[in-house]
């Protein structure tokens, strides 16, 4: 189903139902780290690349983040923004979220969780985008539809890239954008945690290998 063949709303999505909700996923993430533990030791060649690719994956999202909010902080649900990051995509900051949430998989070392973290993340931010598309269509009409006609839903094509000559920005969005991702950076020091705590037999042995 495509967003020009969904119904009007006519109140804009509530976004801190989705921040509270990614929040809470994100500590039960956490937890689970607990119960489960790499298949690939800690040191070897395999966990170290996982690693590596891992946490640029999550500085890509904590950047592309930041780069988004750049255009929309402060405009969102009011103004219609079809430039930068959003020409290419009608939802770069879920499709950078999304490539964190990957990373954060990737960094525990482990290709299960990364797929796991991603088509969870996924499909959240499919849910999230599509009430989103649903109150821009209402409110922009002809112009949204236009838009989504144009642009991608989710993967961005560097192909369609544009942009304005001068950029206003909302320091407040851009604060709170980056506190935000400061959950995706904990998660490193949170998984090197718990790795040491089980190799010096400070914690419970994990109950599920995850490859």
């Known amino acids: 189903m495509t967003y020009a063949s969904l119904k009007p709303a006519s109140k804009a999505f509530v976004q801190r139902k989705r921040l509270v909700f990614v929040r809470v996923a994100a500590a039960l993430a956490v937890l689970l780290l607990f119960l489960t533990k790499p298949a690939l030791s800690e040191g070897s060649n395999g966990h170290e690349m996982l690693e590596f690719v891992g946490f640029w994956l999550v500085l890509a999202c904590v950047a592309g983040r930041l780069w988004s909010i750049l255009y929309v902080g402060g405009k969102k649900n009011e103004e219609l923004v079809s430039t930068g990051p959003f020409s290419m995509s009608q939802n770069p900051l879920y499709f950078f979220s999304t490539v964190g949430a990957v990373g954060i998989g990737l960094a525990y070392g482990s290709l299960v969780a990364a797929a796991v973290?991603?088509?969870?993340?996924?499909?959240?931010?499919?849910?999230?985008?599509?009430?989103?598309?649903?109150?821009?269509?209402?409110?922009?009409?002809?112009?949204?539809?236009?838009?989504?006609?144009?642009?991608?839903?989710?993967?961005?094509?560097?192909?369609?890239?544009?942009?304005?000559?001068?950029?206003?920005?909302?320091?407040?969005?851009?604060?709170?954008?980056?506190?935000?991702?400061?959950?995706f950076l904990a998660i490193f020091p949170a998984i090197e945690l718990i790795e040491y705590l089980r190799q010096a037999g400070l914690l419970f042995p994990a109950f599920i290998t995850l490859y």
């Open 117 to 183: 973290l991603g088509v969870a993340s996924f499909l959240i931010f499919r849910v999230t985008a599509r009430k989103e598309a649903e109150y821009l269509l209402g409110k922009f009409g002809p112009a949204y539809s236009a838009y989504i006609k144009r642009t991608p839903r989710f993967w961005p094509n560097p192909l369609l890239y544009r942009d304005d000559d001068q950029l206003q920005f909302s320091t407040r969005a851009l604060k709170r954008t980056f506190h935000d991702g400061l959950y």
